[in-house]
């Protein structure tokens, strides 16, 4: 990212964030739908908001989903289970309009382009298209075990330390929304400490910030950054408005996709979001030992990246990393 000295902040949601919460009810209608069949075509979207829920979109399936069931479940799963929040699982609406695709899309990929046109094709790994075209970038950090940069994955280990502590009563006060940011000191490409993490955690009316500010540093945030990362130049700031008691979708209407970059990398790389790749671009930032166009040569060795290939190999909606293995095998035979 840069050389000497300097500071990257990345944040991570709960599972209780309003925004969050419409992509975890979408995310269990596309997996029932899954469930049932395998074949589903779901643009499941969710919005929340105060003893409301609204699904929208459109699905081709065989399968028979509730899905004002799905997202009570969904709800009730996350923890808002009282009408003390202003929304929850039993007593807020929930609204569903969900259509069949639109054959105009459909066509597009029940055939391939290549298909449709008689051009030459490669079986069933061709005859699969895609519905939109996308523009698509893929990282990897060797910071972490999870290949994210430290940023990020520390703002989301803290936010499921969150939901942690939450679910397992351990700090029974606390409400399902909240959020965490973290700031890391980088020397060069190197993280080496942590400079200022913000933790702000949705609670009862009835505990003073003193006791939410020492059990959630105490329980929450040591926890979760591995030692040496804190000292005590580290700046830790929990719930800096002073209260939070008004959360979830009664504070802050959410909607489906709007925490791609926490999804992502956290602001760290590029993000994006097709049939066969009209091109491919590799850039290690000088960071490889190889150039940038014989790492293209090995994406492109590596990676059939037609959709129906994709789908087969990663066995979607389930993610594999074990071409990472293959790839480190690749590179180091490379560079012998």
Excluded at 110 to 138: C, P, T, W
């Amino acid at each position: 990212m840069g050389t000497g000295r300097y500071l990257f902040t990345s944040e991570s949601v709960t599972e209780g964030h309003p925004d969050k919460l419409a992509d975890r009810i979408s995310d269990a209608v596309l997996d029932a739908y899954l469930e049932q069949d395998s074949m589903a075509r779901v643009a499941c979207e969710t919005s929340v908001t105060t003893g409301l829920v609204l699904l929208f979109g459109e699905i081709s399936s065989k399968a028979q989903v509730n899905a004002a069931r799905v997202a009570r479940d969904t709800i009730t799963e996350v923890g808002y289970t009282s009408t003390e929040f202003g929304f929850d699982a039993e007593h807020s609406a929930v609204l569903v309009s969900l259509d069949q695709q639109s054959p105009d899309i459909a066509q597009g990929v029940n055939r391939a382009l290549e298909i449709r046109h008689g051009k030459d094709h490669d079986g069933y790994l061709d005859s699969v298209g895609a519905g939109d075209q996308g523009m698509v970038f893929g990282f990897a950090s060797d910071e972490t075990p999870e290949y994210l940069p430290t940023p990020i994955a520390l703002a989301h280990r803290l936010s499921r330390r969150l939901a942690e502590v939450r679910k397992t009563g351990v700090i029974p006060y606390l409400r399902p929304d909240g959020k965490s940011q973290v700031t890391v000191t980088y020397e060069g490409e190197r993280p080496v400490r942590v400079d200022t993490i913000v933790i702000s955690a949705q609670h009862s009316p009835d505990v003073t910030l003193e006791q939410i500010r020492e059990e959630i540093i105490t329980l929450v945030i040591r926890p979760g950054v591995p030692e040496g990362f804190l000292d005590d130049r580290t700046r830790i700031f929990v719930n800096p408005t002073g209260r939070f008691v008004v959360g979830g979708p009664h504070g802050d209407a959410g909607l489906t996709g709007r925490k791609i970059i926490v999804d992502t990398y956290g602001g760290f790389a590029r993000h994006g979001g097709g049939a066969r790749p009209v091109s491919i671009l590799a850039e290690s930032f000088c960071t490889s030992k190889l150039t940038n166009s014989e790492l293209v040569e090995l994406i492109a060795g590596h990676f059939d990246l037609r959709p129906a290939a994709i789908i087969e190999r990663l066995d979607l909606p389930w993610e594999r990393t074990d071409k990472a293995v293959e790839l480190h095998q690749a590179v180091f035979r490379k560079s012998a």
